[in-house]
């Protein structure tokens, strides 16, 4: 039995005052998956993505949420169904501590994060499901801190703490190492894999190792439109996406 898309377009497009940043982009992420969209940069990846949590409407075209449609869906409903993106940019809270950091993001699952009036006694009820995502990361040390004083890797590590206190079925990562060394970049691709047990992934990515290591399936866009798609050595197999995007990329590696 084939496996469920869990996330599908047809015919996605949008433009702007008549430029097409996103062209007749056809996806099917399969339930599950580790999905990968690449390109070169003003390859309308991020407008993918901002199409998809319903950040931009989409000019043309469907998107479709376990065969339903939600193309016309806002953004805090397709949050509700599962389907929860972390940004290029660490999306934290600096001055409150990493575990302050995860309760309001379980909070939002509850839909009290603006019940500010609360009482300590009240939120620390959150705080054994929150210590228990800081422990998955990697960050129960660091959970007394403030946010501020993390490295860069260990925000990002944190933003995928909040991302999976919001129980998504579907997590969108969007640049999810960009600005890492190589150790931040193995620990991050770790967590993903991990937090990816269970759940489907669709990121945007630059680095191609980590696109290697990671992903069961890659599209590649160019211009706007889907250049190819299939696994990773298809994929950097095909003179297109070498010509494209990955040529001096590809031509680096094959000489080191």
């Known amino acids: 039995?084939?496996?469920?898309?869990?996330?599908?377009?047809?015919?996605?497009?949008?433009?702007?005052?008549?430029?097409?940043?996103?062209?007749?982009?056809?996806?099917?992420?399969?339930?599950?998956?580790?999905?990968?969209?690449?390109?070169p940069n003003g390859a309308g990846k991020t407008t993918v993505f901002n199409l998809l949590t319903k950040f931009l409407p989409p000019t043309r075209g469907e998107?479709?949420?376990?065969?339903?449609?939600?193309?016309?869906?806002?953004?805090?409903?397709?949050?509700?169904?599962?389907?929860?993106?972390?940004?290029?940019?660490?999306a934290v809270f600096a001055h409150m501590t990493v575990l302050e950091n995860v309760r309001v993001a379980l909070q939002r699952k509850l839909g009290t994060s603006f019940h500010f009036?609360?009482?300590?006694?009240?939120?620390?009820?959150?705080?054994?499901?929150?210590?228990?995502?800081?422990a998955q990361v990697g960050l129960e040390r660091d959970a007394d801190s403030l946010t501020v004083e993390l490295p860069y890797g260990r925000k990002r590590a944190l933003e995928l703490a909040t991302t999976l206190a919001l129980e998504p079925t579907v997590m969108l990562l969007d640049e999810p190492t960009q600005g890492m060394g190589a150790e931040d970049v193995d620990r991050v691709v770790a967590l993903i894999r991990e937090a990816a047990k269970g759940r489907t992934v669709l990121m945007v990515e630059h680095n191609l190792s980590v696109v290697s290591r990671l992903c069961d399936r890659i599209t590649v866009l160019a211009r706007g439109a889907v250049l190819a798609e299939g696994d990773y050595a298809s994929v950097s197999a095909d003179?297109?996406?070498?010509?494209?995007?990955?040529?001096?990329?590809?031509?680096?590696?094959e000489e080191a």
């Open 1 to 39: 039995m084939p496996r469920e898309f869990v996330l599908e377009t047809h015919g996605l497009t949008k433009t702007f005052r008549g430029f097409t940043a996103v062209d007749q982009v056809d996806l099917q992420i399969t339930e599950g998956h580790i999905h990968a969209l690449i390109g």
């Open 63 to 90: 998107i479709l949420y376990r065969g339903k449609p939600i193309t016309h869906m806002k953004a805090n409903q397709i949050a509700r169904l599962g389907l929860v993106r972390s940004f290029q940019i660490s």
């Open 117 to 134: 009036w609360k009482s300590e006694r009240s939120l620390a009820a959150l705080d054994e499901r929150a210590r228990e995502l800081l």
């Open 239 to 253: 003179p297109r996406v070498r010509e494209a995007y990955m040529g001096s990329e590809a031509t680096e590696e």
